[in-house]
């Protein structure tokens, strides 16, 4: 008895894991459907799941879309990875660019888009508008956006720029310290 009550526990929970891994899967696959890659800011990126898992699109539409941002403001920039990085519970998209410079975008809660379903959530995340890029803090240090700005490079030569978007609107500021 013992050792059939144990096969259909087990069984049980392969099939509701699987079955979380094909909601997630389905998911993702629907986002990257919906992804405007000539659009960055505020495009869904990830989804955050009931096991809060975050869960991203493939890279290689997020390096594209970075790349075409990237020369349609003149940043210049051309990614070759992305990682995602978290600070202080904040999540951010880190493209690392040919000229080992990095360049960082927060990814914000799109609240407009949660799903509620019982007493969990679903929270999906977008790309924010404001995009920092440093060579001296490429793998550390700050450089992280912070709203519509980006936090202080602490190395040697801090050389962090801003680009921030909004909505049709596009401008690349340097930000003093």
């Known amino acids: 008895m013992k050792k059939v009550f144990l096969f259909l526990f087990t069984s049980s929970l392969l099939i509701a894991c699987d079955s979380n891994h094909h909601n997630s899967l389905n998911v993702l696959k629907t986002m990257e459907q ?3 890659i000539n659009k960055f800011s505020g495009n869904e990126v990830a989804y955050v799941d009931v ?3 975050l869960n991203l699109i493939s890279d290689e539409l997020l390096i594209k879309s970075f790349n075409i941002y990237s020369k349609k403001i003149g940043l210049n ?4 990875t992305s990682e995602l990085i978290e600070n202080e519970n904040n999540f951010y998209l880190r493209f690392h660019n040919s000229d080992n410079s990095a360049s960082t975008v927060a990814l914000v809660e ?3 888009n949660n799903l509620k379903t019982n007493e969990t959530t679903s929270r999906f995340m977008m ?3 404001t995009t920092c890029t440093s ?5 550390c240090c700050g450089c992280l956006p912070n709203g519509d700005y ?3 490079c602490e190395r040697w030569n801090p050389d962090c720029t801003r680009s921030t978007t909004g909505g049709d609107f596009l401008k ?3 930000d003093e310290y």
Do not use: D, M, R
């Not at 920039?77 to 070759?80: D, E, L, N, R, S």
């Not at 060579?135 to 793998?139: D, K, M, R, T």
């Open 34 to 36: 919906n992804f405007n």
């Open 51 to 53: 096991q809060k898992n």
């Open 77 to 80: 920039k051309v990614a070759i």
């Open 110 to 112: 799109n609240v407009s």
């Open 127 to 129: 790309l924010g508008g």
């Open 135 to 139: 060579s001296s803090c490429s793998h």
């Open 150 to 152: 980006c936090t202080k």
């Open 172 to 174: 690349e500021t340097p």
